[in-house]
């Protein structure tokens, strides 16, 4: 009887994986604009008050309803095939080295080093049998290497997140977005009432926020209880998750930058 060959190593169900996760995404980017996109809006902008300790004029945040749990356990699904894409690739490469993935939970997986001395450790571990220069390739996504620290990096989001929806339904929150940029979808004051200029803006963009939260606030010059001041815009909102409160606008990238990650490895699989 003729023993079965095991099969070439193939990047085939990476590429899968990632498939899946790009599903997910598009999946939860329709629910959560559905969430928003409604006649009774689930989240608005107050009017200005005006803080007469401050001088300042500042529009609250008005939480009429919570993001559903729903949008958690999508996000759930498309992080577990993110990562699980990220560690089938670390199983491929051991193969194509010529050598055996190692099983188990502290085996073959891809490794969320947050300093170079984790990185120095893990790559012994997780990374034994990868060739060196498939190691090189791979530390150059590992969270230490992010230029505005390793905790605000997309790898490490992906593994917090990861590892809480393995025991609970991923938390979602309100935020809003960091950089509208141009446009309508960047609000402003205006003065509607009173013989008075803007003089200063500030608005929270790329931040969480609850029921109450100051989102922005103006300063006008004369500053007075008798200057009203509205939002001229619309303050562009978004869900956030975790703990650390990833937003959206930066996960939804996952699919995309894990696709060019692994991109760097096809030539040699197909060779």
Request: proline share 7%; charged share 25%.
């Amino acid at each position: 009887m003729t023993a079965s060959r095991s099969p070439p190593p193939s990047l085939a169900g990476v590429w899968a994986k990632i498939e899946r996760a790009d599903e997910h995404a598009q999946l939860l980017e329709r629910e959560v604009r559905c969430f928003f996109d409604r006649d009774v809006q689930p989240v608005t902008a107050s009017v200005g008050y005006f803080d007469p300790e401050s001088g300042w004029h500042v529009v609250y945040g008005i939480v009429n309803e919570h993001p559903p749990p729903r949008l958690g356990v999508i996000l759930g699904d498309l992080v577990h095939n993110v990562r699980s894409a990220l560690d089938h690739l670390v199983w491929q490469l051991v193969l194509w080295n010529g050598e055996t993935p190692k099983k188990g939970s502290a085996g073959s997986t891809f490794p969320f080093a947050m300093t170079k001395s984790a990185w120095k450790a893990t790559k012994k571990r997780s990374l034994l049998g990868v060739s060196e220069k498939h190691r090189a390739i791979l530390q150059q996504a590992q969270p230490y290497k992010g230029g505005n620290g390793p905790e605000n990096t997309i790898t490490a989001a992906l593994r917090n997140l990861s590892n809480v929806d393995k025991h609970q339904v991923v938390h979602t929150t309100l935020a809003t977005i960091r950089d509208p940029g141009a446009g309508p979808h960047r609000a402003s004051f205006r003065v509607v009432e009173g013989d008075a200029q803007i003089v200063q803006e500030q608005v929270r963009y790329g931040e969480s926020f609850e029921h109450g939260t100051p989102l922005m606030r103006a300063r006008t010059e004369p500053a007075n209880s008798g200057v009203k001041v509205e939002v001229d815009g619309t303050i562009p909102f978004d869900v956030a998750f975790g703990k650390r409160r990833a937003r959206w606008e930066s996960i939804k990238k996952l699919p995309q930058i894990v696709r060019l990650l692994v991109r760097e490895f096809e030539a040699d699989f197909a060779s």
